[in-house]
């Protein structure tokens, strides 16, 4: 077994000293770096500036300001007004760079709680139990839940890095049409890891190992993993991926974490890697 490819992620939310966040999500790899950026107020979660950087590959040097992005709220609801201007996005990861910037600003809103309009942390934590109730592991079993949401971060104010979130992917040749896909996410809030392995485009067996997470009913969502057992990597979609994952009673970064898994192999399969030296 050895290692084809590897692609990191790394999202960062900042407080500036104009009632602005600075929030980014760069992705390295093999061919190349590029860096999607975002201006927020930290009050509305308005985009007020955006722009997209590529620093290694094709159109190395690149430095373009994303006006489609500017006024659109970086906050849950918005993802048709999202998804409407990605696709007028000519770099191939902007869409998902900036998705991935937007939702943390979404998880740096603990921490903001005031500026948003609430009174205390808790009064937050209750906003969230109302408003995501079902839609998740944590959100669908809270009679369950040891911990309330404001408790599991501690109730502290931050100032400065408000979120950090690394999420790496490592691909693994075990022969002719079989790899193995190695994923984990470190954040602010979660912890986790997966493996994947794909025999001629079919799955042949999914596990995780979850570390950190806001409650211990967090890590059932590992068990739906055994249902991937089976699935086509060029059939399943994300939404396919989530139904087996167990949709509102999965975990939302298990799902994502796979859906990642699954195109990184596809992405590597679909590019001639050896001429990146040539980009």
Not at 81 to 101: S, V, Y
Not at 164 to 184: D, M, N, Q
Request: aromatic letters at 10%; proline letters at 2%; charged letters at 25%.
């Amino acid at each position: 077994m050895h290692c084809l490819y590897q692609r990191n992620f790394h999202t960062s939310v900042r407080e500036a000293h104009d009632g602005l966040l600075i929030a980014e999500t760069s992705h390295c790899d093999t061919r190349g770096e590029t860096v999607a950026k975002l201006k927020v107020d930290k009050t509305t979660f308005a985009i007020v500036d955006a722009c997209i950087e590529i620093h290694r590959g094709r159109g190395h040097g690149e430095i373009a300001a994303v006006k489609e992005l500017v006024g659109i709220e970086a906050y849950l609801g918005k993802g048709p007004e999202l998804r409407q201007a990605f696709k007028r996005m000519t770099e191939p990861l902007a869409g998902n760079l900036f998705a991935e910037t937007v939702r943390g600003v979404i998880q740096a809103e603990t921490f903001l709680y005031k500026e948003r309009g609430y009174a205390s942390s808790s009064d937050y934590s209750q906003y969230w139990n109302r408003m995501y109730i079902n839609s998740c592991r944590y959100y669908s079993n809270l009679d369950r839940v040891k911990d309330s949401w404001d408790v599991y971060a501690n109730g502290r104010e931050r100032i400065g890095c408000l979120f950090l979130r690394s999420k790496t992917y490592f691909l693994y040749a075990e022969g002719p049409g079989e790899y193995t896909i190695v994923g984990s996410i470190n954040d602010t809030f979660h912890e986790m890891n997966t493996w994947i392995k794909i025999c001629n485009d079919k799955v042949q067996s999914a596990k995780g190992t979850i570390l950190r997470v806001p409650d211990e009913v967090c890590k059932e969502s590992t068990q739906f993993l055994t249902a991937l057992a089976g699935v086509d990597i060029n059939v399943a979609d994300k939404k396919e991926i989530s139904g087996l994952l167990g949709t509102a009673q999965g975990c939302v970064h298990l799902i994502d974490m796979t859906d990642d898994s699954v195109n990184t192999l596809k992405y590597y399969l679909s590019h001639p890697w050896d001429d990146a030296k040539n980009d």
